[in-house]
């Protein structure tokens, strides 16, 4: 949540055709699905195309599937339905009305705290994500938290294929809990940051077939 290009500038660096547009500012109270479309018409390409994401990424290009000619759907570090969330999620559940007051302002300082005080005692794209984080708009985190808990995912994406690379030390979203087609050795949940490499090739290889 709140991340951007940058999370894929390796990607980018290797496949120039991928573009990473920038997040629509949500409506009040609105759902993941009703997201997804208005961010699929800013950005429908008018012709087939490849979507995909990174984990809250994920979950919107999923509902992206419906609303674009879509020949395959890429999901980094993500799951295909919150009914592979882990346990506690399923707890948060139930508060899920807390996070309109949740000070996600608070978090955002607290993280540029962190990157000013952990120097070389995080990995490089730990740091990265934090930078990120510090960056997002509060308000947008607050919305997608809230809409990632309420989210009923997507019952039906047709014949669009769906290619699913995990980490398997992905504490945000266990690999246990899904079935991707690759699983990354010592892949945490930026996986597009930690293994570029991996997640590169797993691209460019679905992509020329």
């Known amino acids: 949540m709140g991340a951007d290009a940058r999370v894929f500038v390796k990607q980018i660096e290797a496949i120039p055709e991928i573009v990473v547009p920038r997040w629509i500012d949500p409506l009040p109270k609105e759902s993941l699905s009703s997201y997804a ?27 992206m599937i419906r609303h674009l000619d879509v020949r395959g759907c890429f999901l980094i570090g993500s799951v295909r339905s919150p009914r592979e969330f882990p346990q506690h999620f399923n707890l948060l559940k139930r508060a899920s009305c807390a996070t309109d007051v949740l000070p996600f302002e608070i978090a955002s300082l607290l993280s540029k705290a962190f990157l000013m005080s952990s120097g070389s005692l995080s990995g490089s794209h730990v740091t990265e994500l934090l930078r990120q984080m510090s960056d997002s708009d509060a308000s947008f985190l607050r919305w997608a938290c809230r809409a990632v808990l309420e989210w009923e995912g997507v019952s039906d994406t047709g014949t669009v294929p769906i290619y699913h690379i995990h980490g398997d030390k992905d504490f945000v979203l266990p690999v246990a809990n899904t079935h991707p087609d690759v699983i990354v050795a010592g892949g945490g949940h930026a996986l597009s940051l930690s293994h570029p490499d991996d997640v590169t090739r797993f691209l460019k290889d679905r992509i020329s077939k």
């Not at 479309?37 to 999923?62: D, Q, W, Y």
């Open 37 to 63: 479309e208005r961010l699929a018409s800013t950005i429908n390409p008018g012709k087939p195309c490849f979507i995909g994401g990174a984990s809250f990424g994920g979950f919107v290009a999923l509902e």
